[in-house]
């Protein structure tokens, strides 16, 4: 990494999320990880006149188990909590993402700043303001809507009742208080009413499974009712590893809330490289390609929901045609609205 070429990359992410001379900035990171981003972070808040401070998590003791989603330790450390939540942002580059710490700081009014992906993909993916309004776009026309359907050519056809939850944007940068968002990222999502979402869900291969970064080999269904997952399976009685996979991983949190349907939406910077995943990435692009359709299961606490299980998985779809109501809003991977799509494909 450049130092001063990621000086300037994080210069302006801080000037896009409006941060002012009257502010103070902290950075989380935690062990080894991502000390250079907080000294960039550091620097380019002073740039901008701006106080700035660095909290820094011991690395975790290794425990057999799975990986919490959101446990970076702050949830034994309430002096760090208090200190995070004294700073008028935050950028976080230990993802906590999902941790009651974490809505706990932002309900203080702290804005929140997720970063954590490689520079090569932060530069690329460097925010702006016309891929935020077309976010918002699709935010309001989300935010209007009482029910979500989506299909495949695989056979995917599962309808979400909305309303029930707020309906959230990722464009990349976050300039209002209580905010968060993620660096890399533009999607657009809410969540399914806790008893509303029923029907039949099938991967195919390409599609993507989060956190285990990988791509479907072989078709995965899921069957859907009243919320929950109830049945993971190979399509049509196949054996299927992936599925397998996943049946694994929820059931070894011992947790049946890691069943339970969390959020939904899709993805909008075309920028974003579907086939981009590396040992080192986090996974922000694959989450926001242009067209994907991506439900996610587990925790939706982030949405205000009550489901704050460790086990969560992220799966963006390809090829999806998603309604709102009876509007199609994504047709077989491409965005039907104009105002959704950038200059070059309108």
Known sequence: MNPSIFNDLCLKQLTLSGVTEAETVAVLTRGDERLAYADSF?????????SAFHVRLPEPVEVAGEWGVGDVGLGTNPRAVEALKGADMVVDCALMLFSKEQVEIQS???????AIEPVDVLARLMPTTELRQRVEVGQELLSKASSLRITNQWGTDVTYQIGMYPTMTEYGYTDEPGRWDHWGCAFVFTGGSDDGVDGTIV?????IIHPFDTYVQNPVQFTVEKGFVRDIRGLDGHSSLDADLVKAHIESFGDPRGYGMSHVGWGLDERARWHNMRQDVIGAETRSYYGNVMFSTGPNNELGGPNDTPCHLDIPMRGCSLYLDDQLIVDNGD???PEMRPAARR
């Not at 203080?108 to 997720?114: D, E, F, K, M, W």
């Not at 991967?203 to 599609?207: A, F, I, N, Q, T």
């Open 335 to 337: 965005l039907t609205v």
């Open 203 to 207: 991967l195919g291969p390409g599609d």
């Open 42 to 50: 550091m620097w380019a808040a002073q740039k901008l006149g701006a």
């Open 108 to 114: 203080s009014g702290t804005r929140v700043l997720t």
